[in-house]
Structures are given as structure tokens and as C-alpha cells.
């Protein structure tokens, strides 16, 4: 990443992303541990009053609360470059379908949709003669749009 890009990233950003790079690591796992095990095993000398339990209580559910929006926060940046990345091979590919791009934002029915447009495809190779050929899923739609007009047909001649 250029200077010019991290000067662009927000004071937040940084310490989010740090946070999210280093609460993953070996290290503050085996801290995290530590800390349970010291708490445990003061219990006794604390005779393992009511206030005892609500510091562990208390650490943790302020601790998990504030993660759930880093680790959010975290996995949609990450969602975000994905999709670009791929959105980047599909559109370099001249025998990809461009349809693809920005597929995220269809609804769910649209993607059901597509993905049986996509078991078509894969009917579409297991038939074909040679497993390299490619298809895209426009052959699938195709494919699709054949068998609904012919059962269309069928259907009118009953």
C-alpha cells in the first residue's frame, strides 16, 4: 500500500484495524486465557463474592459487544474487496459473463434464479463431448428459455 493510501485511512480505521489484525493472534489469545485463569483462580480470596463473578461478567460482555461490530465492520471490508477482486476477473475475462458484476446486489429470488441457471450449466458440461469446453450461462439461460418454450408447446397441444 502507497503512502498516499494510508494517509487516507481514518485514525479509526487504523486502530480497528489493529485491533481486528492483533485480537486474532496467538498472543492475546494465550493473554486472554491468562487473564480467565488469574480471575479463577482468585476466587478464593474473594470467597467467590457476587462482585467476584461480575467482573469476569462484566470484562467479557463489554469486550464481546464492542468485537461484534469490529469483527461486522471487519468482514464487510473484506466482503467489499472480494467482490472487486472478482468483479476485476470477470470483466478482464472476455468469455466470462459481465451479468456477474455486482451480482450482490440481486435479490434473493434472482440469485436462486441464476443458480439453477448454473445447474444447468453443469448439465450442460456432464453432456457435452469434451469436458474443456466452456459454456457461459448464457448458454444456460438459453438452455432454460428451449425447455420452458417446449413444455410451453407441449403443454398447448394437449
Same mark, same amino acid.
Given at each position: 500500500?502507497?503512502?498516499?493510501?494510508?494517509?487516507?485511512?481514518?485514525? *479509526?480505521?487504523?486502530?480497528?484495524?489493529?485491533?481486528?489484525?492483533?485480537?486474532?493472534?496467538?498472543?492475546? &489469545?494465550?493473554?486472554?486465557?491468562?487473564?480467565?485463569? +488469574?480471575?479463577? *483462580?482468585?476466587?478464593?480470596? &474473594?470467597? *467467590?463474592?457476587?462482585?467476584?463473578?461480575?467482573?469476569?461478567?462484566?470484562?467479557?460482555?463489554?469486550?464481546?459487544? +464492542?468485537?461484534? *461490530?469490529?469483527? =461486522?465492520?471487519?468482514?464487510?471490508?473484506?466482503?467489499?474487496?472480494?467482490?472487486?477482486?472478482?468483479?476485476?476477473?470477470?470483466?478482464?475475462?472476455?468469455?466470462?459473463?459481465?451479468?456477474? +458484476?455486482?451480482? =450482490?446486489?440481486? $435479490?434473493?429470488?434472482?440469485?436462486?434464479?441464476?443458480?439453477?441457471?448454473?445447474?444447468?450449466?453443469?448439465?450442460?458440461? =456432464?453432456?457435452?463431448?469434451?469436458?474443456?469446453?466452456?459454456?457461459?450461462?448464457?448458454?444456460?439461460?438459453?438452455?432454460?428459455?428451449?425447455?420452458?418454450? $417446449?413444455?410451453?408447446?407441449?403443454?398447448?397441444?394437449?
Amino acid at each position: 500500500m502507497s503512502a498516499q493510501e494510508n494517509d487516507d485511512i481514518s485514525g *479509526f480505521e487504523k486502530i480497528s484495524n489493529t485491533i481486528t489484525t492483533y485480537s486474532g493472534s496467538s498472543p492475546v &489469545f494465550l493473554a486472554a486465557v491468562a487473564l480467565i485463569l +488469574l480471575w479463577a *483462580f482468585s476466587g478464593p480470596v &474473594f470467597h *467467590f463474592s457476587n462482585t467476584w463473578l461480575l467482573i469476569v461478567n462484566t470484562g467479557t460482555s463489554i469486550i464481546t459487544f +464492542l468485537m461484534v *461490530f469490529l469483527i =461486522q465492520k471487519s468482514q464487510n471490508k473484506e466482503s467489499i474487496a472480494v467482490q472487486l477482486k472478482l468483479n476485476e476477473l470477470i470483466a478482464a475475462n472476455n468469455s466470462a459473463s459481465n451479468r456477474l +458484476l455486482n451480482i =450482490q446486489d440481486l $435479490s434473493e429470488d434472482s440469485l436462486n434464479t441464476l443458480y439453477e441457471h448454473y445447474k444447468t450449466l453443469v448439465e450442460l458440461t =456432464q453432456k457435452a463431448k469434451s469436458n474443456t469446453k466452456s459454456h457461459s450461462i448464457e448458454d444456460a439461460i438459453d438452455c432454460a428459455e428451449e425447455e420452458i418454450t $417446449s413444455d410451453l408447446k407441449k403443454m398447448e397441444k394437449k
